[in-house]
């Protein structure tokens, strides 16, 4: 099927991949909620939910888990309750933000950073823990209990040993190569490190979903789609959170190397600029949706922050 107008995407979209309804809630929180201080009263988010399928029950049960699992924190003021973000777990959507909106001008200086436990220094369970955090950062096991990144964020890095408890069980150093040594090449290094393939092949994926939508935003822009009915402030809302949850599921695959060591053409850029294409074109109708669903409930909630106008280097 190849949609006819931005209303015919949203659908077909929503049926053939239905987003899962906590992970859903984050991608709320990340990129709608935590731009407006973070808080959010429960009924206020069923409604932000509710056209993408998740209905009270699922919602009511994904915010819950959230809290269980040190996302969320709930609160009560009579009848009614409020979630936000949990302060401990604020650095964590802070860094998966600076991922997502930053462009990327990932640049080599020829250092590595390198995490190196000794033998019988971890128990199974922390060195378990701590190898699949720094995957997920994008570290690559270079030799065994020695992983390392080209272009570590440093505080990501203590954030991440504090919260595995391995702070000072490990090594942290920085290295570079010998010059007048010979030695392997780099890209044979970072073959070997890190299969980009999969990455590579969703990223791919990812533009060939959200192109035509681009296609058909673009004659109207933000007053219609392009078979002319007028685009809601609602579809907006829905158009960007479901651009944000695509993107931020590749993108937490993406080990996030320098530009001079990853493949040229490499799909990731393109991916980024279909991005933020799109979010520019339904931000600020997406914004009207959010604050009077906000201050349906809330008539004080506050307006995005100005880091949320920075976003893919600067919002229009």
Request: one cysteine or more.
């Amino acid at each position: 099927m190849t949609p006819t107008s931005s209303s015919a995407w949203i659908a077909h979209f929503l049926a053939s991949e239905p987003p899962r309804s906590k992970s859903l809630v984050v991608t709320i929180f990340g990129d709608s909620v935590a731009p407006h201080g973070g808080t959010m009263w429960l009924g206020s988010l069923i409604e932000l939910a509710a056209p993408f399928g998740v209905n009270d029950r699922l919602l009511r049960t994904s915010v819950f888990r959230l809290a269980q699992e040190g996302w969320l924190v709930a609160s009560r003021d009579r009848r009614r309750s409020s979630y936000a973000i949990l302060p401990q777990a604020l650095a964590r959507f802070e860094r998966a933000n600076r991922r997502i909106y930053a462009p990327l001008e990932i640049r080599w200086d020829g250092t590595w950073t390198l995490v190196m436990a000794a033998s019988g220094a971890l128990s199974a369970p922390m060195r378990a823990a701590l190898r699949k955090e720094l995957v997920w950062e994008g570290y690559a096991q270079l030799a065994p209990g020695v992983f390392g990144h080209p272009a570590s964020d440093s505080a990501a890095l203590d954030e991440l040993l504090g919260r595995c408890g391995a702070r000072h069980q490990v090594f942290v150093c920085s290295a570079s190569a010998l010059p007048q040594v010979a030695s392997r090449s780099l890209p044979e290094l970072v073959a070997e490190g890190w299969d980009l393939s999969d990455v590579s092949a969703a990223y791919e994926q990812f533009i060939a979903q959200f192109a035509p939508l681009l296609a058909l935003l673009a004659p109207h822009a933000l007053q219609a789609d392009s078979a002319g009915g007028p685009l809601t402030a609602e579809q907006a809302f829905v158009i960007r959170t479901l651009l944000i949850h695509a993107y931020r599921r590749v993108q937490l695959h993406d080990p996030m190397l320098p530009v001079e060591l990853l493949p040229d053409p490499w799909p990731g850029a393109r991916a980024y600029e279909l991005a933020r294409s799109l979010y520019c074109a339904v931000q600020a109708s997406a914004e009207q949706h959010v604050m009077a669903v906000m201050r349906r409930e809330d008539a004080q909630a506050p307006q995005a922050d100005g880091a949320f106008y920075q976003r893919f280097g600067g919002l229009a």
